[in-house]
């Protein structure tokens, strides 16, 4: 009970930042909470199921294209293809192109798209029992590929700089202070229920199986469940966060581009969640907050030291504190008697 | 030049990029067959070597200096893989997914290092003279063909190099320890292998070889902090598709990928090559999810 009252105390100081945060720290403060829905999304198969998925960011990307998609045949004249095909000579709209049109469509598909793209990808893979080291190093190719072949068709995809330029979302000026907080609170709402919802997805019998193909997939087979089917709803449920994610940070940063989503940048989603606590749905909130301001500011004050910085977090995170920031919170707990003894929670691989 | 002489020609660029794909790829199957570990600082392996090699190139002189650097990139990257071992990977074993996070990291500090002492933009390396000549097949049906001597250099070097590791592992004492540890690695340890240094030993002989891969790619591109990054994903695919620890499936494998990779370049474009390879990698995984030549075993668990 005073664990949900804080979670609540803290929801409503976030909703009153408006109030009292800069512009400057609001904005990063919104697009890193849109990146902790991603997140949530690694926590749940990776703290869970104990599926390492590399290309996370293909999925960000799936849902950033389809919003920027719209937004961009919604900047355009009436009949007039968008901007950068113009550059490029295309002076029709490709078919694919077409439905992007209808605001519904392109929300719904910034949705559909990913989770289906990522339950394809993980029923074909998982299905022939093949996991583990195997799977990330696909889903990295995945990542690799999917960067390299949207920047070659650049008539279609606006190539290395991606879709940009957008005067209005949904009827919203962006860059209005109105829009901005109304977009800031939509993502924190947007936390919130992705939140709630994967816990309840963790606490159900759904979560537990999967708990159970994370620690022994083999032994669950023997109870009589088919693994498969709760890898792939996991791993879409995850491309689905991922492409919520990948649609609000478009919408808040006013662009998508391969850079953002790329085998770098996934890598560096996991890590969010490591720093953390892979096990905890609340260390992958806090674990996107901390690296990203620290990235944030690192890369502002020194810039050649990031890189130097977040391997050196890989190393340790990993030796030193594999349960992350919320593992080290919960074992100092353990060792105060006064708060009462906390069961430290298992060493997984 | 006739049209057969253009696919041949092709062929060949694809058997030497096959060749350091399979430099590259024979260290990371070693390991993953042996000890189960990722390691993504492989590719810093390769970037480690050119460094080297254009090192030896600027003390040395062009004509000797490639030859030492061959010898300085296998040795120093083979100690830099030691000492990984010893510092980090050992600690991290039995967790793979964790090993590649760590080794992920490294590979970041050692990318950002070779940019803060190299520079961004990336270093060239000049062939020796004694290989900037090119081999043509006269006088043959091959007529008007002519082959880069670096690029033959290449696949000699490659072949010698899994010429000598096969050599060791069926003829050594080490090799019998290796595939020991390999078939069963508590067994082994019970009879008294030393199974710590047999790691090491594989560890480092694996990175030492990606040196090599290094020393022979600064032949024919520029070395850049990022070379790593370029080939490391290809040389994943390659274990994942020669399957664990086998080295008729890393060679196939290599083969399959590097000429896949040429000649689906020719046919489309090299962004539509990569997408066409992950489609055709993720194809193969469903006949044989365990790679090309598949370690027969009655085990239920993967240990």
């Not at chain 1, 289906?116 to 299905?127: E, G, P, W």
């Not at chain 1, 130097?308 to 919320?326: D, E, H, K, M, R």
């Not at chain 2, 091959?142 to 880069?148: A, N």
């Amino acid at each position: 009970m005073r664990r949900e009252l804080g979670l609540v105390l803290l929801l409503a100081a976030a909703a009153c930042a408006p109030l009292y945060l800069p512009s400057y720290e609001l904005s990063l403060l919104g697009r890193f909470l849109a990146l902790a829905v991603l997140a949530m999304g690694i926590s749940l198969i990776w703290g869970t199921g104990g599926i390492l998925s590399l290309g996370q960011g293909v999925f960000f990307g799936l849902g950033g294209y389809a919003i920027a998609m719209h937004l961009k045949l919604a900047g355009a004249d009436p009949g007039a293809v968008p901007d950068f095909m113009q550059w490029s000579g295309l002076d029709a709209l490709p078919w694919w192109w077409v439905p992007f049109r209808n605001p519904a469509f392109a929300i719904a598909a910034a949705f559909v798209v990913p989770g289906a793209a990522a339950a394809a990808l993980a029923f074909l893979v998982f299905r022939r029992r093949v996991s583990g080291p195997y799977f990330a190093i696909i889903t990295q190719a995945l990542a690799l590929a999917a960067t390299t072949f949207i920047i070659s068709q650049q008539q279609y995809t606006g190539g290395f700089n991606g879709l940009t330029g957008f005067k209005s979302a949904f009827g919203f000026a962006l860059g209005d202070q109105s829009t901005q907080f109304g977009l800031y609170w939509a993502t924190l709402a947007a936390v919130a229920l992705t939140f709630v919802a994967v816990r309840a997805l963790q606490g159900s019998l759904f979560g537990k199986v999967l708990l159970a193909v994370r620690d022994g997939e083999n032994r669950v087979r023997f109870l009589g469940y088919d693994p498969l089917p709760f890898k792939v709803i996991a791993f879409a449920v995850a491309g689905v966060l991922a492409g919520l994610s990948g649609a609000l940070v478009t919408l808040d940063l006013g662009v998508i581009s391969p850079a953002m989503f790329g085998v770098v940048p996934s890598i560096e989603m996991v890590i969010w969640v490591a720093v953390g606590g892979r096990n905890s749905l609340l260390g992958a909130i806090v674990g996107t907050l901390v690296v990203n301001f620290g990235k944030d500011w690192i890369s502002s004050v020194f810039p050649d030291l990031w890189l130097y910085v977040v391997g050196a977090v890989f190393v340790l995170v990993v030796t030193v504190a594999p349960q992350g920031i919320v593992g080290l919170m919960t074992s100092l707990r353990a060792r105060s008697p006064r708060l009462g003894p906390a069961t430290p929670p298992a060493l997984v691989e | 030049m006739s049209e057969s002489t253009l696919v041949v020609g092709q062929l060949f660029n694809g058997i030497s990029v096959a060749s350091i794909l399979l430099l590259a790829a024979l260290g990371l199957a070693l390991s993953f067959g042996l000890m189960r570990v990722i390691n993504m600082a492989h590719g810093e392996m390769l970037m480690m070597g050119g460094y080297l090699t254009y090192l030896s190139i600027s003390v040395f002189g062009r004509s000797t200096g490639f030859a030492v650097g061959l010898v300085v990139a296998f040795i120093g990257t083979a100690l830099f893989g030691a000492l990984l071992e010893i510092t980090l990977i050992r600690r991290l074993y039995g967790r793979p997914l964790d090993t590649l996070l760590a080794t992920w990291g490294v590979s970041l500090v050692l990318q950002q290092a070779a940019r803060s002492i190299f520079g961004p933009i990336g270093v060239e390396v000049t062939a020796p003279p004694w290989l900037s000549g090119t081999l043509s097949l006269g006088g043959t049906v091959m007529t008007g063909l002519s082959i880069p001597g670096v690029r033959a250099f290449i696949i000699v070097l490659a072949a010698v190099v899994l010429g000598a590791v096969a050599l060791i592992i069926a003829r050594t004492r080490l090799g019998l320890l290796i595939r020991a540890v390999h078939e069963n690695r508590p067994i082994a340890e019970a009879l008294g292998a030393n199974t710590r240094f047999v790691d090491l030993a594989v560890f480092s002989l694996g990175t030492g070889v990606a040196g090599l891969a290094g020393s022979a790619l600064s032949l024919i591109a520029p070395v850049t902090p990022t070379v790593g990054q370029s080939y490391i994903v290809y040389a994943f695919l390659v274990v994942i598709v020669g399957g664990l620890g086998s080295l008729t499936g890393t060679l196939a494998a290599a083969l399959l990928i590097g000429v896949f990779s040429a000649t689906a370049q020719i046919a489309t474009s090299q962004s539509f090559s990569d997408v066409l390879l992950l489609l055709c990698v993720i194809i193969f995984m469903q006949f044989r999810p365990r790679g090309i030549v598949a370690q027969g075993s009655r085990a239920l668990e993967e240990t």
